[in-house]
T-cell receptor, first 112, second 115 residues
């Protein structure tokens, strides 16, 4: 599995956009970028995923660079409930093993 | 609500004992994953089943075993429990396609405390 690098922690003001970066320079052409978050000790929550095009859903936007070596998760209007650990994961690539390998993630703290 | 159900939510047991954790995947999902999360180790992949067959194995101890039944629910069996096995155990499920292009949804976990 390709490895990812994320900042350990980030702060964001409530109501502002939160931009969480992720580097995945060894990603293969058929691997997807996934984002999950974990609030306190709850089960990880799926946010969004993409291959090479930018993606948007009701929770967030995912911007993937053209060379696919990095991506940014954007929470457009962060709220206090968005305080969580955010995980960037590379997954897929064919074969039969699609486990999600979690790193340490980024602790996003949204401040009032 | 992710649609993945894990029981029990909390479990307290003594060292040396054996416990069984249960996971019911989302309707239609064929793949089940088990993860362990302890304070100092983060989320560690244990094992994956797909439609009843073991598909991938991670850092799962020999004292631990799992299976997926014909109705697709899965059980994780932990035996000869040690204090260090105290952790949150999560189950996730996904439909799975050929290219990893389907999201996995996690249950709320079972908190195991070994005393």
């Amino acid at each position: 599995d390709a490895k990812t690098t994320q900042p350990t922690s980030m702060d964001c003001a409530e109501g502002r956009a939160a931009n969480l970066p992720c580097n995945h320079s060894t990603i293969s052409g058929n691997e997807y970028v996934y984002w999950y978050r974990q609030i306190h000790s709850q089960g990880p929550q799926y946010i969004i995923h993409g291959l090479k095009n930018n993606e948007t859903n009701e929770m967030a936007s995912l911007i993937i660079t053209e060379d696919r070596k990095s991506s940014t998760l954007i929470l457009p209007h962060a709220t206090l409930r968005d305080t969580a650990v955010y995980y960037c994961i590379v997954r897929g690539g064919g074969g039969s093993n699609y486990k999600l390998t979690f790193g340490k993630g980024t602790l996003l703290t949204v401040n009032p | 609500d992710s649609g993945v159900t894990q029981t029990p939510k909390h479990l307290i047991t003594a060292t040396g004992q054996r416990v069984t954790l249960r996971c019911s995947p989302r309707s239609g999902d064929l793949s089940v994953y088990w993860y362990q999360q302890s304070l100092d180790q983060g989320l560690q992949f244990l094992i994956q089943y797909y439609n009843g067959e073991e598909r991938a194995k991670g850092n799962i101890l020999e004292r631990f075993s799992a299976q997926q039944f014909p109705d697709l629910h899965s059980e994780l069996n932990l035996s000869s429990l040690e204090l260090g096995d105290s952790a949150l155990y999560f189950c996730a499920s996904s439909v799975d396609d050929t290219f990893g292009n389907t999201e996995a949804f996690f249950g709320q976990g079972t908190r195991l405390t070994v005393v």
